[in-house]
């Protein structure tokens, strides 16, 4: 026992008590506005495919009068295809680990399960439109992966440079029209924070007002951007590919699945529970040329 000259400090004290809050803080972004915003469906296999069809060209189109039906023409339609991809996470807790207490969670083994999860929707994310995919049919040693986004885009609706290039509104407009003119409308732009910041200053070009009535604030956003082609809200993706933004008409993209997410308890392989989180799923393009691209962006 030591003997403590003076008065007693805190800095002396045995046996003091931990002060722990009891939560956990993360603001780790898990927001995926691209997977948020498309649609879900089913796919049977590890490739799944799908058709589009277009109307041929507008052409002059005149009969003579009384003339023979001619030649039939017809088109077929174009056969689209893409590869699931397996999307895993594997927790392994140890029984000691998960009969201790601990503070901000009553079971480790839920936190982590729980967390991976959130990852797995994030890398979901990053591989659609953040890793610009080419997508591979896979071999029993590469693993199967899904087309990107930005490689599922027509050439006609994209608008891309041989280097790089600050993101305009002339870009923007021109990607717009080729849509527009493709028979598409799109109802979103997603952009990159540092990108959004572009379009905001958009609002400040020459000859343009805002009202902003009484309020005392200072705005400087545009959430809806109004074109002679249309209307599409202003959405900033985290997760989006640095030197891209996508116009997308969201109608026109899905995720088809093959297999949802689960949790499975895996065999017990000594003093340690272990769980695999999977999923496999594809990207469904529509029809391409119902959004579009511009890339070759500076970050």
Not at 82 to 105: C, D, H, M, P, W
Request: glycine content about 8%; hydrophobic content about 40%; proline content about 2%.
């Amino acid at each position: 026992m030591a003997t403590i000259s003076g008065t007693l400090k805190t800095y002396d004290l045995v046996g003091k008590k931990e002060d722990v809050e009891d939560i956990i803080y993360d603001i780790s972004p898990t927001d995926t506005p691209f997977l948020s915003s498309i649609g879900s469906g089913k796919a049977n296999a590890t490739v799944h495919q799908w058709q589009q069809d277009k109307l041929a060209a507008v052409a002059a189109n005149a009969a003579v009068e009384g003339a023979a039906a001619g030649t039939a023409t017809a088109d077929d339609t174009t056969i689209k295809t893409a590869n699931t991809q397996i999307f895993k996470k594997v927790v392994e807790v140890s029984g000691t680990a998960r009969a201790v207490g601990l503070y901000g969670r009553a079971d480790e083994l839920a936190r982590l399960v729980a967390k991976k999860g959130k990852e797995i929707k994030r890398d979901i994310e990053h591989a659609m439109v953040g890793n610009n995919q080419a997508g591979t049919a896979g071999n029993g040693s590469t693993a199967r992966q899904l087309t990107s986004a930005q490689n599922q885009i027509a050439a006609a609706t994209t608008n891309t440079h041989g280097s790089a290039r600050t993101f305009t509104e002339a870009l923007l407009l021109d990607v717009m029209q080729k849509v527009f003119t493709a028979g598409g409308m799109p109802n979103q732009l997603q952009v990159t924070p540092a990108h959004s910041l572009l379009v905001a200053g958009f609002a400040a070009a020459s000859g343009r007002t805002r009202d902003f009535g009484v309020q005392k604030k200072i705005v400087n956003a545009v959430d809806l951007y109004v074109s002679p082609f249309g209307e599409v809200a202003v959405v900033p993706n985290r997760f989006l590919q640095s030197s891209t933004a996508l116009v997308l008409d969201t109608e026109y993209w899905s995720r088809a699945v093959l297999r949802p997410m689960s949790t499975t308890v895996l065999a017990k392989d000594g003093d340690s529970d272990k769980r695999m989180m999977l999923t496999e799923l594809t990207l469904v393009c529509e029809n391409d040329e119902a959004s579009g691209l511009i890339s070759s962006l500076t970050a």
